[in-house]
């Protein structure tokens, strides 16, 4: 029996994590890793701002009076 | 769109401010309502496939004179619906809508997404009746003949493509979280299964490139978009960013970097190499560090908002879900340790952990997200409060006591197979209890699936008479979902909350 397959599974891990290592230092040095406290404020905006829930698909709809248009 | 507007990438005419979401929406609608449908009808297969399973430990003479219903045959079948066609198409069909909305632009490659839909639902056709007439490899959590695999790859592949073209007309600079774990499962998952097919294993090696792959298609391609809907939907339903984003970032590169080593802790007592045992034991104690701070991150971000749950089913399924992910990973990285393996190795204690994984983690976070986003993509509300309320009792208490019986049963198994002094068919006798409350549990989940695929046929079909207002399980309080505010933290948009950090 030989274990020479295993290297294809160690060569994945080694390529995987040089990989990772890669893309962790490429995107430090693109600016992804700036300003991560605004970060986690993109997903609001003003017509969904922080200290609002999303969860409510037609509130918006039915106080414009359409009750067709999603709000969210 | 002021997102949009402030980020410094932006590739295109980015759509009109007002609309944005909706413009978002309907361009992601025909594939993800694909995706959830035909995950739906896998889930219904694969619940059907696993209670037979699971009654025939009750009885065992029950079905057993047509080959394609014996338990070798039924079990893998539901394992491979399960994983392929359930978790993995609603994995791909939520993160489908996630991946436009967080980029914050249309959908790209829709048709490459439908026709994947397509090859991916003839693969689970010729891979669960291939398993079922005999034709199983016999490798765990591929059993699927690779005949199922040549419709499969492509179809994760046009995938690939989808999202490498929507990403490439992103219009946000700042990737949010969720993104970089989408993109991550949608980098691992082709070439994890890519890896694994080719014809270059056999006897020990394949047996530990299996676990590899098998442990890694769990925690590089079901979890990074259950991690990624909970990043998004908890912050979003409760109105509050996440407690601390760059924890968050820590996360997720420490489980890029450290879970890929951690599959041949399966194989422990096995005929494998020492040192490889070690070296995957090893990484599997330092995923407790990635558990640690997503279970932080998360706990920080809802503590405060819990009576919500009382409301809201998407929060109340992803919690659920994120909260089994905390106990599944811990107890993960706990039981990969040589002394824990001796007594629940070869046991229903396993069983226990991967359910509470593949459901109580990945599945439960999947029913929430659809629960956020069917609505949005169909522009109907779901039809009955009650059934979602029914469907989350019977999946939740479900899950819970399968994991309870199996977790114990499992233990006590594992204790009497070392003791020289108890006989096997002692042993086997012990485990019946368990066993039926398995059977029971399973059958509580199943119950669960027919509602929620019911819940799915009206909302897609658009029956009924048209819901008013959003789908709570009781009328809101006034205020309840008022004012969440950020509880210390700054309010206001990205570009606002940069520019007070700046200052």
Known sequence: MTYLPLLAVLLVLVIGAATTLTVLFYAGSHGYFRNLKS????????????????DQFFREAESDGDSSAPAA | ???????????????PEESWRRVVDASTRRPVVAFIVSA?????????LALIASFKFQFPDWWTQQPWLTFGRIRPAHLNTVIYGWISMAGVGVGTWLWARLLKTELRG????????AL?????VVGTIGILAGYSRSIEWVEMPYAAFAFIVPALLLVVVSFVQTLRKRHVHHLYISVWYLGAAILWGPFLLIAFLLPIYSGVPEATANWWYAHNILGLWITPPGLAAAYYFIPKVIGRPVYSYHLSYLGFWTLALFYNWAGVHHLVGGPVPQWLETVSITFSAMMIIPVIVVAVNHHMTIIGHFKKLKYSPTLRFVVFGAMSYTTVSL???????????????????????????VYAFATMIAFGSIY???????????????????????????????????????????????????????????????L????????????????????????????????????????????TFEAAGGNGQPTGTAREVEAESDR
């Open chain 2, 372 to 434: 956020y986003i069917m609505p949005r993509v169909t522009k109907w509300e779901w039809g009955s409060p009650r059934l979602v309320s029914l469907h989350f009792w019977t999946t939740g208490l479900g899950v819970g006591a399968y994991f309870t019986a199996l977790t114990i049963g499992g233990v006590l198994q594992g204790f009497q197979m070392l003791d020289p002094d108890v006989a096997f068919l002692t042993v086997v006798e012990n485990t019946k209890p368990w």
């Open chain 2, 40 to 48: 739906t009808v896998w889930l219904l297969i694969g619940s059907l």
């Open chain 2, 436 to 479: 039926v409350v398995r059977s029971v549990s399973g059958t509580l989940m199943t119950i669960g699936h027919f509602v929620f695929a019911y819940l799915l046929y009206r909302i897609v079909t658009q029956s009924g008479t048209r819901p008013e207002g959003p789908t709570y399980f009781y009328p809101v309080p006034e205020g």
């Open chain 2, 120 to 124: 991916w639902n003839v693969g689970m």
């Open chain 2, 110 to 117: 829709q048709w490459l997404l439908l026709l994947s839909v």
């Open chain 2, 1 to 15: 769109m002021p997102d949009v507007a402030s980020s410094s990438s932006a590739s295109a005419s980015p759509p």
């Open chain 2, 331 to 357: 107890q993960g990285s706990l039981q990969s340790f040589r002394y824990w393996q001796e007594v629940t190795h070869f046991t229903h204690y396993t069983i226990a952990h991967s359910h509470l994984g």
């Open chain 1, 39 to 54: 970060g986690a404020y993109v997903i609001f905006d003003e017509d969904e701002p922080v200290g609002e829930p999303q």
